[in-house]
């Protein structure tokens, strides 16, 4: 157990060292450390940082995943049954993680995914996050309030924001849109899993209130009255009558790229190509919507295929590390997104959390593209890859 002063010397040379990454003759090199105590060196000890320090239902509701957390389990264990094959020999001196999506110039394929709970961990999180995303140049997906506008009047919005939608109907969406492309987002993703609200054993045996996600959880909670309690296999609405229509009623009213988060197979891939979207992602919720669901690293091929290169598409679940981005890349993601590691950041350390941990994956991948003989992600193949 730390005491407060070492707990202070740690976040000390935490903040200390960010920026992580310093450049000298083009090359990514971590910082120095204190000869006494490093700061956290991987995207696993952030979690355990953050762990000690936020409410245990905060974590499990972070951390967490629905029923058995079979899928939860099976997105990092699919991952690490992806090996890879370097090529040898091969001009790496320099290492470009650059692309375009949709459009855009972006620095690396690292995507700050929409998420739920970040107020569990730290007040007003939506919006410190936010401002991590933009001192790492990043892509941010959010349900936004008024405070991103707020942002991007000071010039510290994220890069490229994109809105999410849960709206059932044709009015709202349309709505929902206009405002949208008003506020100056750049694309719109509409989840497709979140139909009903999830079983989740955590959250049922902590008796945990999902009211906590806006106000957090309070320090006594006996005196508080609770406004949506968990219940097991509670059927709960979010999106039940959400159907293909969803695309049409937001393209009618926005100029705006749509993008389909939660695809999992190559019959609603194609589906999504035929109804207009512009960008797919292989997701199954981080394994907090439906257990048993295949592992998106295994589900993305499949995808990938039924694509065609027709659209990009992206991939989210399991990334903990720079290798992790580079199977997907092999595998054909166009980008990946990162959910709970950020969550995680933004909860040990706040705004600089967020930022550590997208720098901690960057680095990773450029170490990772030199190792495999790949300085562009353009020379990422599949062929870099054995599946089991």
Sequence with gaps: MLNRREALWRFACFVAGSPLFAQRNGTIYPPAYSDEVMAPVNLHEIEEAAKKKIHKLAYDFIA??????????????????????????????????????????????????????????????????????????????????????????KNEAPVWWQNTI???????????????????????????????????????????????????????????KPRSPAVPAMLEPHTPSMTWDYIDWLRSASSLPVILKGILNAEDARLAVERGAQAIVVSNHGGRQLDGVVPTIVALPEVVDAVGGKIPVLMDGGIRRGSDILKALALGAKAVQIGRPYVFGLAAFGKVGVQRVVELLRAELVVSMGLAGTPTLASIQRSLVRLP
């Design 64 to 153: 967490g995943g629905v029923e058995d957390e079979l899928t939860l389990r099976g997105n990092r264990e699919a991952l690490a049954r992806v090996w890879l094959r370097p090529r040898s020999m091969v001009d790496v001196s320099k290492i470009d993680p650059s692309l375009e999506l949709l459009g855009k110039k972006m620095d690396y394929p690292i995507i700050l995914a929409p998420t739920g709970g970040k107020n569990l961990v730290i007040p007003d999180g939506d919006r410190i996050a936010a401002e991590g995303a933009h001192a790492t140049k990043a892509l941010y997906c959010v349900a936004a309030g008024g405070w991103i506008e707020k942002l991007s009047e």
């Design 166 to 224: 849960g709206h059932a109907t044709k009015s709202a969406a349309q709505a929902f849109a206009r405002r949208t492309e008003d506020a100056g987002a750049s694309a719109i993703v509409i989840t497709v899993d979140n139909q009903y609200l999830s079983n989740r054993d955590r959250n049922n045996r902590n008796r945990f209130d999902y009211g906590y996600m806006q106000t957090g959880v309070p320090e006594d909670r006996a005196k508080v």
